[in-house]
């Protein structure tokens, strides 16, 4: 990545910070935990209009080596 990106990327993240202050605590509290095999992910949308999209997902050992085998590309 060049200077210029990352420069990009920490402006963006910056702003993300600000928006949203309680989500990186969040993830941080996830990650002190660890995510592990029968953890369940909830995920929801609430559109403007109201509408609500969810899902969620217990996680498997796959997922657990698939998360491991990106962050390790990194």
Do not use: Y
């Amino acid at each position: 990545m060049d200077m210029n990106n990352m420069i990009k990327m920490t402006m963006a993240w910056n702003t993300f910070k600000r928006n949203h202050p309680k989500f990186p605590a969040f993830c941080q509290a996830v990650l002190n935990k660890g995510i592990r095999v029968d953890s369940v992910i909830e995920i929801s949308v609430t559109t403007p209009e109201g509408e609500r999209i969810e899902t969620n997902l217990k996680v498997k050992q796959s997922d657990l080596d698939l998360l491991q085998s990106l962050q390790n590309k990194q």
